[in-house]
């Protein structure tokens, strides 16, 4: 089966498989990532995780396709790593290295090494200051460590940016910003973002466009819109994502 | 990245250096079990907490999220990870011979072999038994307890079997070892070349498998 660019999607999954031995974690999901914004839901262990990981190339499929760009994610790994950045759950970072030290690290691995300003730039793109990413990064705030996270997958000019519950450790006052410079960087930048995330009120109020997996397969995907015709929901409140996801989840939630 | 501090230069160097006798010949062997032993402590140490701590922690998933390949990854922190104890060692042996008053004899030379040798094959075996477990303590304990396992029983072992541990191989070298090579034409040299072979293949055989498997070992979550 080719692997295209399908209608303009950045990622595309053609009934993907996934076990972890005895655990199913994928099964046969085909799941479709436009440019813009995206958001991808759906309860613990339903398969977010493992999709992202597959994106990465960090694990492979059992079986199915994945594209990323066009390109087949397990033989063109490195090529789609060139052009994507990545800001996981719960990041690990050299505590003993500051900010920009480690951003200056990070650039190396890529085919153009990051200048000063770029990364000055990066820092400023994040709303993180270059005194405070002076400093050791053992002693940032959980905020800051996001910040820094967004600012080294966004260093090389990621055409995508793939968020992993990146607003789980923060507070209230943290995720409105976090969520702002997404936004931000998207209209300014172009950059796309595929975030992963439970917190279905902040996804609402920056995707464009999102996927819900089930099972290790996907319950539903569009915009907001037509998910919120599809399922019957008023879109003219603002939970237009709980609802959807109330509905398909209604059996496990007993409603 | 591994934090190195002068705790690893300054107490080794006074155990070496306590070790020592003025007379090259008799102080070889006690020179070089303590050089041995740390040489293969540090080496545990170092590889576990690169390797396995690299995948408890996180750092792996960090780093393969970057456009490198896992056998780049590995192979590098191999040849950091060796070079970083055997650096460490050096000057261990150094300031020991110094404060010892020997000089940079041939004693100091083999030293440096055995060193060299002791942290390639526990720095193999502790990558591959790191990939397994996943987890820096208990690679750490297994690594430790198999260099215990060797080291300790290295004189009861049926003297063919002797090459498995360092000590072992060490000893054999050194029982024959004159300040100017190796003894080859007799059996105990062969014996000994051959337990320096077959270490070289266990480090080659360890860090190919950990290569060719590493996309399995390092399958992340």
């Known amino acids: 089966m080719s692997i295209q660019a399908d209608q303009g999607f950045l990622i595309v999954f053609e009934n993907v498989t996934k076990s972890f031995g005895k655990v199913r974690a994928l099964n046969s999901l085909s799941m479709h990532i436009p440019k813009g914004v995206s958001g991808l839901i759906g309860p613990n262990g339903a398969g977010k995780t493992t999709s992202l990981n597959l994106i990465l190339g960090l694990i492979r499929p059992d079986s199915g396709n994945i594209s990323v760009f066009g390109l087949d994610a397990v033989k063109d790994s490195l090529k789609i790593r060139k052009r994507i950045g990545v800001l996981h759950e719960k990041p690990y970072f050299p505590p003993n290295l500051t900010g920009v030290e480690f951003l200056r690290y990070v650039s190396q691995f890529y085919d153009e090494e990051a200048s000063e300003d770029d990364i000055i730039q990066a820092l400023l793109k994040v709303g993180l200051d270059e005194k405070v990413a002076s400093r050791q990064i053992r002693t940032f705030s959980a905020g800051m460590v996001q910040r820094l996270g967004l600012a080294q997958a966004l260093l090389h000019r990621a055409e995508l940016v793939i968020l992993d519950e990146p607003t789980a450790n923060l507070d209230p006052l943290g995720r409105i ?22 917190i279905l009120p902040e996804l609402e109020k ?50 | ?39 293969q402590f540090l080496s545990a140490i170092i590889f576990s907490r690169s390797i396995a701590g690299g995948l408890s922690r996180g750092e792996f998933k960090l780093l393969l999220t970057y456009p490198i390949t896992r056998n780049n990854l590995i192979f590098t922190k191999l040849v950091v990870d060796t070079l970083i104890p055997f650096v460490i060692m050096t000057f261990v042996n150094a300031i020991g011979t110094y404060l010892s008053g020997a000089g940079l004899s041939a004693p100091f030379w083999l030293a440096e072999l055995i060193s060299l040798i002791a942290v390639t094959y526990i720095g193999g075996m502790t990558i591959l038994i790191g990939l397994l ?28 079997v002797q090459f498995v541990s360092v ?43 950990s290569l060719f498997y590493s996309n399995r070992f390092m399958e992340l979550d």
């Open chain 2, 1 to 39: 990245m591994i934090e190195v501090n002068l705790f690893f230069l300054i107490l080794p160097s006074l155990a070496v250096a306590s070790s020592f006798s003025p007379l090259p010949g008799t102080s070889l062997i006690q020179q070089t079990n303590m050089l041995l032993l740390l040489s």
């Open chain 2, 167 to 209: 000590g072992g191989t060490w000893h054999a070298l050194s029982s024959f070892i004159g300040p100017y090579g190796l003894v080859l034409h007799t059996n105990l040299g062969q014996q000994a070349a051959l337990g320096v072979v077959e270490k070289i293949a266990v480090i080659f055989a360890t860090v190919a498998s």
């Open chain 2, 133 to 160: 477990l996943k987890s820096e303590s208990t690679t750490m304990l297994v690594v430790l307890m198999i260099i215990f396992a060797t080291e300790f029983a290295t004189s009861s072992l049926p003297q063919s």
């Open chain 1, 177 to 198: 910003e976090f969520t702002r410079i997404v936004t931000r960087i998207n209209k300014d930048c172009g950059t796309s973002f595929l975030i992963s995330s439970h």
């Open chain 1, 206 to 255: 920056v995707c464009e466009w999102v996927s819900i997996i089930k099972e290790g397969r996907i319950a539903d995907e569009g915009s907001l819109v037509n998910l919120a015709e599809r399922w019957k929901v008023n879109k003219k409140e603002n939970r237009i994502l709980e609802s959807v996801f109330e509905s398909i989840f209604a059996r496990e939630l007993k409603l």
